[in-house]
């Protein structure tokens, strides 16, 4: 059975631009959440999807947004890219809100420029 | 709100000793779950182990144990037999009912000694 899958796994990218992260659940997976790691803040949450809704957001601005398509999969966007958001993005899916176990992909390593 | 405190930035153990990370946390819930996670150079969480709050037994995974104090919102994790792979940072993280969203702690870097 395939894990988490992110891609791309390292992205550069100019202040300014726009980008798109993409994460694949684990197969029957039908939640899936989004984090940003920095070494100053550490792990924060960013999303939950659940079905295609958005059940819960994290304490980002409106340049971070995401979505969640009918077969599970999730992409994330970041608008306006800021040296700030040059981070570690986590993606980890789980197989139904009343499951405890969250499985993580390998990340999106994005440096802005 | 809830939050996730580790007070120890760094750990460090001799191989095959015994080592202790601690993690405090503060809720108002009374139904959570807790976890520990590993997190080694290649960047991918991994799940070590897992603690619902209803229970009161301590989870144990192999070479891996918790010592839950619900009342103390403590929950330490024991690795017991430490490896040269057992080398990695590890966060702490609280889960409300209903919600995948995790709550981690800052971190412990363990090192580990042959």
């Known amino acids: 059975k395939a894990g988490v899958t992110q891609t791309p796994r390292y992205l550069i990218k100019t202040r300014g631009q726009q980008v798109t992260l993409s994460c694949s659940p684990i197969?029957?997976?039908?939640?899936v959440s989004w984090y940003q790691q920095t070494p100053g803040q550490g792990l924060q949450f960013l999303f939950e999807y659940f079905s295609e809704t958005q059940r819960n957001k994290g304490n980002f601005p409106g340049r971070f947004s995401g979505r969640q398509f009918s077969n599970s999969r999730s992409e994330m966007n970041v608008s306006t890219l800021e040296l700030g958001d040059s981070a570690l993005y986590l993606c980890?899916?789980?197989?139904?809100?009343?499951?405890?176990?969250?499985?993580f992909g390998q990340g999106t390593r994005l440096t802005v420029v | 709100a809830q939050t996730v405190t580790q007070s120890q930035p760094e750990m460090s153990v001799q191989e095959a000793e015994t080592v202790t990370l601690s993690c405090t946390y503060d809720?108002?819930?009374?139904?959570?779950?807790l976890f520990w996670y590993k997190q080694p150079p290649s960047r991918q969480m991994i799940l070590v182990i897992r603690?619902?709050?209803?229970?009161?037994q301590n989870a144990t995974e192999n070479r891996f144990s918790v010592n839950f104090q619900k009342a103390a919102k403590s929950f330490s994790l024991k690795i017991s037999d430490s490896q040269l792979g057992d080398a990695a940072m590890y966060f702490c993280?609280?889960?409300?009912?209903?919600?995948?969203?995790?709550?981690f702690g800052t971190g412990t870097r363990l090192q580990v000694f042959p």
């Open positions: 980890a899916s789980s197989l139904d809100q009343a499951n405890t176990e969250a499985f």
């Open positions: 603690q619902e709050a209803y229970k009161q």
């Open positions: 809720t108002s819930e009374s139904d959570y779950y």
């Open positions: 197969s029957g997976h039908r939640s």
């Open positions: 993280a609280y889960r409300s009912p209903n919600t995948d969203k995790l709550i």
